[in-house]
């Protein structure tokens, strides 16, 4: 997990989120982050994301972006 690690992370379009861990898919062992909005969301309040998924860099507002940023532990 030293790619990731718990806190409160920015997306790109601005959500908080909180990281509670990586966990590890049981038949292929790809990791994946487990998180939480901090946000009202109506479609669900924890979610699970491909770790490279969670790591990448989009394209937004003309610039490459981190999907998620770091900001501080909880």
Known sequence: ?????????KHYKGGRY???FVSKHSETLEEFVVYETLYDNPESK????PIDLFTD????EGK???HFEFLSED
């Open 1 to 9: 997990m030293d790619k990731i690690k718990p806190g409160i992370y």
């Open 57 to 60: 860099e989009v394209e937004w």
């Open 18 to 20: 909180k990281v509670h």
């Open 64 to 66: 490459t972006v981190k």
């Open 46 to 49: 924890f979610w699970s994301r």
